[in-house]
């Protein structure tokens, strides 16, 4: 068995067994495949294969990250709004009103793990951050975690979120903000019609806009089509753009960032999207592309 008939197995069997066979195989098929090169592999590459000879298969195999543990989060009750929340640096992020507190638990676990400085999928490090004084336009906002963690400093926050349940908890989250943070319920994309927008159509040309944070499920290459002139004038600027969601974003966004002259660097480390059906050699996925065009002036 190997991970090309896994999506055969998805169709008969039942969901709980497929998924042992799926985390089994998939973490086979990756020590397998950097096992068998000719050559040995970076560094980088090392530290995954050496975390899955003695782990099971996560999306973020690194040892300093297990620390994170579930029911150690502790999730509150908003009685007045009907809504459960969990304090993020003692500020209250609101879930859906639907979720129970063991999902809120999990989802909030991931959120910090994701998080992490040593995570692949850390939006800012030492000398790449949301700064005072900035206008941070966070698009897949979701829970809004990020915006959060910058309200103090941002002058300004724009969040887009398509998702119409995650609206209430949004609004929620950033009711102590209000006058500062706006809360858009619209795709964003390469077009612009009732239920998306392009950053273009949605931003006047003199608006200041300095920090982009972009994870948008696989989308972001038709986001960045939709922000042709933002990517152009805009100066200063950076962004923070998820590459983990197709194997081929990397490399297709990090040339279209360079060709506007932003300088670009990723994220330390590797994602292993083993529930991804297009999941496959050489398996490994950067986190996310942080990108910079600075005012020469």
């Known amino acids: 068995m190997n991970i090309y008939t896994l999506p055969v ?7 709980f067994i497929y998924k042992r066979i799926l985390t089994k195989v998939a973490r086979a098929s990756v020590i397998g495949y950097f096992s ?5 592999p970076s560094e980088e590459i090392l530290n995954v294969v ?13 040892q300093s990250l297990d620390r994170y543990i579930a029911d150690s989060v502790e999730v509150f009750e908003d009685r007045e709004r009907g809504l459960r929340y969990v304090l993020l640096d003692g500020k209250r992020l609101y879930f859906k009103r639907r979720w129970s507190k063991a999902r809120i638990r999990k989802t909030f676990n991931g959120l910090l793990k994701e998080q992490d400085p040593s995570c692949p999928h850390c939006y800012e490090t030492g ?8 206008v941070l336009v966070d698009i897949g906002a979701a829970e ?3 915006a959060l963690s910058a309200v103090e400093k941002a002058s300004r926050i724009i969040l ?19 006058n500062k943070v706006t809360i858009v319920n619209k795709f964003v994309g390469e077009i612009t019609d009732e239920e998306c927008t392009t950053l273009d159509d949605f931003f006047p040309q003199e608006e200041k806009v300095s920090f982009l944070k972009i994870d948008v499920e696989g989308a972001e290459s038709q986001l960045l089509k939709g922000c042709r002139r933002m990517l152009r004038d805009k100066v200063p600027l950076k962004l923070a753009i998820c590459t983990y969601h ?26 292993l999207l083993y529930h991804d ?7 490994l996925r950067r986190g996310l592309i942080r990108a910079v065009k600075r005012d020469i002036y």
């Open 36 to 40: 068998a090169l000719p050559e040995p």
């Open 127 to 134: 000398n790449f951050k949301v700064e005072t004084g900035d």
């Open 9 to 15: 197995l998805k169709a008969v069997l039942p969901k």
């Open 50 to 62: 050496n975390y899955l000879k003695s782990h099971p298969i996560t999306v973020f195999p690194y």
């Open 246 to 271: 197709k194997q081929e974003d990397e490399e297709e966004i990090n040339g279209l960032l360079s060709g506007y002259g932003f300088e670009t660097s990723h994220s330390y480390g590797y994602m």
């Open 277 to 283: 059906p297009k999941f496959k050699a050489p398996f």
């Open 160 to 178: 887009f979120e398509s998702n119409p349940e995650w609206i209430e908890a949004l609004n929620a989250t950033f009711e102590p903000w209000k």
């Open 144 to 146: 809004g975690n990020f």
